[in-house]
């Protein structure tokens, strides 16, 4: 019998495998997510196309990110009137694009947690990720929110998620000195509000007492790289500005006074683009593009 089971379980798996793939999702959320605390009803799940339904207003953030689908559940316990917990699981398209929306809720400044690749609690959440999901797990209700049992839940659901404490291998692109930590962010379009830098990496750097931003684009090859200082010459001409440009071996340099982001150096390294704004002047920013670019994969 138990073999007939399973010979159905896999034939179903096969002929459905949208069917399957949705039932290993749900099942990331735990009948119980603490002790004490089970699953009220049972899981929801949305997708690209409705998920604004859940989250409206926030759905066009997640879909840059390859989002796919997600499950959310409320937990509640036994003589906790009006008090739960809502846990809700994103799959996104990778690693980077899950760490890309968690860097938008993190800051240095939030208590840090050893759950998943990273993680953060505040008074009433907890967010972290691992692989390629993104996870948040809310007070609802009139809960008074207890760390332990908010980490309890996340622990949970981390040992249900596929492996995955490693950070993505592009933020090591940012490490250079006077980087500053938890900083770094993961747009997956339209960097620094213009459409034409596409997706790409920033963080905070250190200069004497002065913060400003590193940041690295990821272009699609060498062309799109070189086309994009064309893209950003024609947008500054629109306000008045012409940059200083230079070539080098590598690739077209720009120094420019940006209106929004002050002093700006940006520097190509075949599909990639270095650079620093947010600079009194923008040759101030020429040591740190040296740094970054040695960070850069040799290919």
Known sequence: MIR????????LSFAFPAFA????REAFL????ASGWVMEGTAAAYNPENLYKYIDGEAELYLPYGFRKAVTATYVKQGS??????????????????????ANYRSPALEQLKVGAEGFIDESQLMFYQNRYFVQIEAS??????????????????????????????????????????????YAA???????????????????????????????SEEAAGQLF?????????????????????GTIFHVVDPLYKGVVLRQSGRYVVGVVG???????DEIVTHLLKRLPSR
């Open 30 to 33: 735990p009948a119980s997510c």
């Open 141 to 186: 209700g009139a809960l008074i929110q207890e760390e332990s049992l908010f980490q309890s839940c996340a622990q949970t659901i981390s040992r249900n998620l596929p492996d995955g404490k490693e950070k993505p291998r592009e933020l090591e692109f940012l490490n250079v000195p006077g980087a500053v930590p938890l900083t770094e962010k993961y």
């Open 230 to 250: 064309a893209e950003y010459a024609k947008h500054l001409k629109k306000s008045g500005t012409t940059p200083q440009v230079s070539n080098d071996k590598g």
């Open 21 to 24: 793939a949705e039932s290993a």
């Open 279 to 285: 600079l009194k002047e923008p040759r101030e920013g």
């Open 190 to 220: 339209g960097l620094l509000g213009y459409g034409f830098f596409g997706k790409g990496l920033t963080g905070l750097v250190m200069i004497g007492k002065a913060r400003v931003r590193s940041l690295i684009i990821l272009g699609a």
């Open 4 to 11: 007939r089971l399973l010979m159905l379980v896999a034939a």
């Open 81 to 102: 009137k009006g008090a739960g917990i809502v846990a809700n699981i994103f799959e996104m398209g990778s690693l980077l694009d899950a760490f890309g929306i968690y």
